[in-house]
């Protein structure tokens, strides 16, 4: 119960942001795509989420070796995503116009 509580706070201090934030840099015409291609791409996330706990599960469940190797595999994934997003910030950036 308290992941679902820390997820979903999460999701609504991060929500009202990052609409926030597509409203400003879409441009007027575009603004109704921009938040649309927001919520898709947190229902996308969810979907992978869903994807991702199913393979660490197997067929037979939920062991620890499992989990281990499958929670271990996803880090990794995410810390490599979280350099290729460090290495693309500059021309994220400058794309933002100097929007803060």
Same mark, same amino acid.
């Not at 990052?18 to 007027?28: D, F, Q």
């Not at 109704?32 to 291609?37: A, K």
């Given at each position: 119960?308290?992941c679902y509580v820390l997820r979903a706070t999460g999701e609504l201090c991060l929500s009202p942001?990052? @609409? +926030? ?8 015409? @575009? ?8 919520? @898709? +791409?947190? $229902? ?8 991702? $706990? $199913? ?11 499992? $989990?281990? +190797? ?7 994934? @995410? ?18 116009h100097g929007m803060r």
């Open positions: 119960m308290l942001i990052g @609409l +926030s934030l597509v409203t400003k840099l879409a441009p007027a015409r @575009l603004v109704g795509l921009g938040v649309g291609g927001w919520f @898709l +791409s947190v $229902a996308i996330g969810e979907n992978l989420a869903g994807l991702f $706990a $199913a393979s660490v599960s197997g067929d037979e469940g939920m062991t620890v070796a499992s $989990a281990l +190797s499958g929670y271990t595999m996803g880090f990794w994934i @995410l810390l490599g995503g979280g350099e290729l997003l460090f290495l693309v910030a500059t021309r994220i950036d400058r794309l933002m």
